[in-house]
């Protein structure tokens, strides 16, 4: 069952809020504390994670940027299901909203 971590708009701009969405092998992290808006490259506040079989069957954890995933349908070179990408999508609104809130919330804190 799919756990979602809800925060709520508002909170403090030097926090570090979290805010985790996951289905099955697929973990997409909000991280306020990647938001900095006089270096906005710097973080990566929308991380999508998949954890895949590696060699001597163990698993493994690939990343990619929310954007990258959802523009390529991929994270490093392993393929996304039709079924991820549209729950992927679906976070879209909740993506922007949050990154949004808190690169506004940063900059007001000078950061």
Not at 7 to 16: H, V
Not at 17 to 38: S, W, Y
């Amino acid at each position: 069952m799919p756990f979602e971590n809800k925060w709520t708009s508002g909170s403090k701009a030097g926090g570090d809020q979290k805010v985790v969405f996951e289905k099955g092998n697929v973990k997409l992290v909000l991280e306020q504390g990647e938001c900095f808006p006089k270096d906005p490259g710097q973080g990566t506040p929308a991380m999508v994670y998949l954890k895949t079989r590696g060699e001597f069957n163990g698993t493994e954890t690939v990343s990619a940027t929310y954007w990258c995933c959802t523009d390529t349908g991929e994270i490093e070179g392993n393929p996304l299901s039709d079924s991820i990408l549209r729950w992927l999508d679906s976070k879209a609104a909740k993506v922007e909203e949050y990154v949004d809130e808190w690169y506004a919330l940063a900059e007001k804190q000078g950061k």
